[in-house]
């Protein structure tokens, strides 16, 4: 279980907690009932900004129908992808438009409600209980904006990554797989120049990836994380740019570039392709999520190119640091928003509440999971039996406004790859603490980002040499202002009591 630190206190948090910011409650102007029946009055349209895709036709979106005739409402889920998500927010944002339910990360709640653009949801905790039941209750304060609910927190769905290996490879050249990160280096090299697919050519490689996911085990072993995060060390606040493991990270990768057994695409790299680097056997490791390797529509895709490919995962290397597969941030958890303007709209906001606690319902969290009873599943006794046509139902997940209970669900809808998200699930990930640190109002953490990866990429790709680590520190704090980054993050990490 995850702890976060608020104040001087400590909370445990679940899956979805309410956000705080205050103690004083106001009085509700609106009381929505603990029953049905919902429909009735007119039918408001709810439109919710969610990151996804894969929506289908309102016609045939049978979690909408069966939503939208429950309440009486016309729920429109508004799909967004990556920063898409941020620009189409901002600009609604700006305009006056905002969806009536959407999501923030909590630096951009508390910007948010500094800027007086949130509804103060205080007067309706109570209303929401079967949301904070659903989710394993707990509370996040946010002390320096006095105490007042402003959202839910939705916990993030269960780690999917690992690094997985071309087992058959392994065999064929007489290799156990790799435990440790000298292990790792000797695969790779055996993969490169060893010939695994018996084809008589160099054509390939021992190490493939997303730059920006796939040294994320190597940063681990040595005990830290990718450049430019901050976490702790025995009480004490550290940022893996000054972490003594950081430079003999580098310099291991560095190592497996100049090597010549790493995909010399990495850089430019995107899911599409070193998907299709491995699947067609260019490339005989690399990092992935179990969904997009043993899904059985994925498996249908990469088997026919190589029938006798066997995929395994490896559990994260050791090296003289640990063990670390990456890096989760437990209060940088999507928090369900409201925006201030359904202050004007209390009928709406009362559809709102009562979708909410209908999709955390026993009713309804089967309904934005499975889909319909009957048709997506049966039910034998406790348990959810898939039917056929549960694989239409792909998209459940824009629905689920308030997460879900994952271990259940995923055991539920994908049984045969219960043993790979398992495996995924157990392993060790460090814990940042980024998202509990507001910048100094004239830091841009966009420049200073985009400093850090152009130089981490000079490093391993020798661009620059290691030994002038400690300049292109000088010039992060100094021209970048990461100096007052650091010292701002050590007062507020200080002032929440989770650092000493």
């Not at 959202?151 to 690094?163: C, K, M, P, W």
């Not at 309804?364 to 046509?389: C, D, F, W």
Request: hydrophobic fraction near 35%.
């Amino acid at each position: 279980m995850r702890r976060l630190f608020a104040g001087r206190c400590r909370f445990a948090v679940v899956a979805a907690v309410l956000v705080l910011s205050g103690t004083a409650c106001t009085e509700r102007t609106i009381r929505p009932t603990d029953e049905p029946p919902f429909a009735t009055g007119d039918a408001p349209v709810i439109e919710a900004l969610v990151l996804g895709s894969e929506l289908p036709d309102a016609l045939e979106d049978d979690i909408k129908k069966t939503i939208d005739a429950k309440l009486n409402i016309d729920l429109r889920i508004v799909p967004c992808l990556g920063d898409a998500c941020k620009t189409q927010l901002s600009m609604r944002l700006a305009e006056g438009n905002p969806p009536d339910l959407f999501y923030v990360d909590r630096r951009t709640l508390a910007r948010l409600v500094k800027q007086n653009q949130l509804l103060d949801l205080s007067p309706y905790v109570d209303l929401l209980q079967p949301a904070i039941d659903f989710a394993g209750g707990g509370k996040v304060e946010l002390p320096e904006n006095g105490g007042k609910l402003y959202g839910l927190a939705i916990g993030d769905n269960a780690f999917q990554f690992t690094y997985w290996v071309r087992e058959d490879w392994l065999d064929k050249l007489g290799l156990q797989p790799p435990a440790t990160l000298d292990e790792l280096a000797r695969t790779a090299r055996a993969f490169t120049f060893g010939d695994p697919d018996g084809n008589g050519k160099n054509d390939t490689y021992g190490f493939g990836g997303n730059p920006d996911q796939a040294l994320g085990p190597i940063f681990g072993a040595f005990g830290t994380t990718y450049p430019g995060h901050f976490y702790r060390k025995n009480g004490q606040l550290v940022n893996s740019l000054t972490d003594p493991g950081m430079v003999p990270a580098l310099a291991y990768i560095q190592s497996l570039i100049e090597a010549g057994v790493v995909d010399p695409d990495l850089l430019s790299n995107k899911t599409a392709q070193h998907e299709m680097k491995a699947f067609q056997g260019q490339v005989g490791l690399f990092y992935y999520n179990w969904p997009n390797m043993m899904n059985d529509n994925k498996v249908k895709e990469w088997q026919p190119l190589n029938p006798n490919a066997r995929w395994v995962q490896l559990p994260s290397p050791q090296g003289p640091g640990g063990a670390s597969y990456s890096f989760y941030d437990p209060g940088a958890a999507s928090v369900l928003v409201m925006p201030k303007t359904l202050q004007r709209a209390p009928a709406k906001l009362d559809k709102i509440i009562r979708l909410l606690r209908y999709v955390t319902s026993p009713e309804g969290s089967r309904l934005v999971m499975y889909g319909l009873e009957g048709k997506h599943y049966t039910v034998a006794g406790n348990q959810i039996v898939p039917t056929a046509q549960m694989s239409q139902m792909k998209y459940a997940y824009l629905y689920q406004l308030v997460g879900r209970d994952e271990l259940t669900y995923l055991k539920t809808k994908f049984p045969k790859q219960e043993p790979y998200f398992s495996f995924a699930m157990r392993q060790p990930r460090l814990e940042v603490l980024d998202s509990f640190i507001d910048p100094p109002d004239d830091y841009s953490a966009a420049d200073a980002e985009r400093y850090i990866k152009e130089e981490l990429y000079k490093f391993i790709y020798g661009k620059r040499p290691l030994d002038s680590y400690g300049e292109f520190l000088a010039t992060l704090d100094t021209e970048y202002r990461y100096e007052a980054y650091r010292q701002a993050a050590e007062r507020q990490l200080k002032s929440l009591g989770m650092i000493r």
